[in-house]
């Protein structure tokens, strides 16, 4: 016999190869969110395969939230424009059960370097050129959510705190139009902590107030890393809400 030990071929179903293809184009920006994509016939006749395999393909790519199907109109690239897809990573939520809508105010937008937990959370290297915000957010006209947020430089390149303050829609709608850069899922890490001297002062709260910190990487496609946000929640009248399957 043979010492040779002959390698295992690796094998993708093809809707899965498909399902690569359409994501590709996702991510060359050939498909921007919001727009059409072809119908499951052009995309057959594209790919030269059955409808059925690109069925199943954009299935899988709908229940990932990269498509919206909408009956009678086609698929579309998923947006955070739309109403449903604003809040689709906050998991806070007013107690009184009342319909969620966040007011924004942008302290500051300041380029700086990457410390090496920023850099390593942002896959960049120590040192490189980040955007560091600070906003707070408030619900019916009190503020209850102090954040940092950190941005990789080159990828926002000549984002100041003007071009936010001219915006008024959801931020991840805005790096949508301006940037090209669609969040497509997001990791989070919770934990209690105490209001400190500036968080007691932007959350009009006594120091040592009790507060929730939401840490959250968010990630475009391609499974890259573009955004982390560092949030601390006053929960007094909110709670943090998930549903697991």
Known sequence: MSDLTLPIASFSPLYEQIKAMILASLQASEWLPGDAIPSEMELAARYAVSQGTVRKAIDELAAQNLLVRRQGKGTFVA???????????????PDSGEKFHLTNQFLSCEKTKASAYVANLLKLKAGDPIIHIDRVQSFAGKPIVFEEIFLPGVRFKGLDLEALHAWHGPVYAFYEGH?????????????AV??????????HLKEGAPLLSVERVAFTYGNKPVEIRHARYDTLEQHYENKLN
């Not at 969040?183 to 934990?191: P, T």
């Open 179 to 191: 940037y090209a850069t669609h969040m497509v899922r997001a990791e989070e890490k919770i934990k």
């Open 194 to 203: 105490a209001a400190d001297e500036v968080l007691s002062k932007h959350l």
């Open 79 to 93: 947006t955070h424009q739309e109403d449903d897809w604003q809040y689709r990573f906050l998991r806070l939520a």
